[in-house]
């Protein structure tokens, strides 16, 4: 089993760069693949971003750019710095990995960008 363990949302102002931090723990592969999905008021949950132990990375278009992932393989944590955002980026953002078997989630922190 895996447990993610989110920090770092919060409420914040349009065009602020905050960071998210996500530590996991339990049983993690070298080959496990780390990221971050959101999920916004009444829509689905959507991909964000992730990135491979390696350090192979991949973003969603509408945060190519501003969003930038990133991972410490001793600490078994995975970044999401977050920069320029805007109203939209509002969500609740999950960390996940993912193993050859499954996928884990994290419980999710709050984002919520004022204007």
């Known amino acids: 089993q895996v447990q993610l363990v989110e920090s770092g949302g919060g409420l914040v102002q349009a065009g602020d760069s905050p960071r998210l931090s996500c530590a996991a723990s339990?049983?993690?592969?070298?080959?496990?693949?780390m990221g971050w999905y959101r999920q916004a008021p009444g829509n689905g949950r959507e991909f964000v971003a992730h990135?491979?132990?390696?350090?192979?990375?991949n973003y969603a278009s509408s945060v190519k750019g501003r969003f930038t992932v990133s991972r410490d393989n001793a600490k078994n944590t995975v970044y999401l710095q977050m920069n320029s955002l805007k109203p939209e980026d509002t969500a609740v953002y999950y960390c996940?990995?993912?193993?050859?078997?499954?996928?884990?989630w994290g419980q999710g922190t709050q984002v919520t960008v004022s204007s």
């Open positions: 996940t990995l993912r193993s050859v078997s499954r996928i884990y």
């Open positions: 339990g049983s993690i592969s070298s080959n496990d693949i």
């Open positions: 990135i491979t132990s390696s350090g192979g990375t």
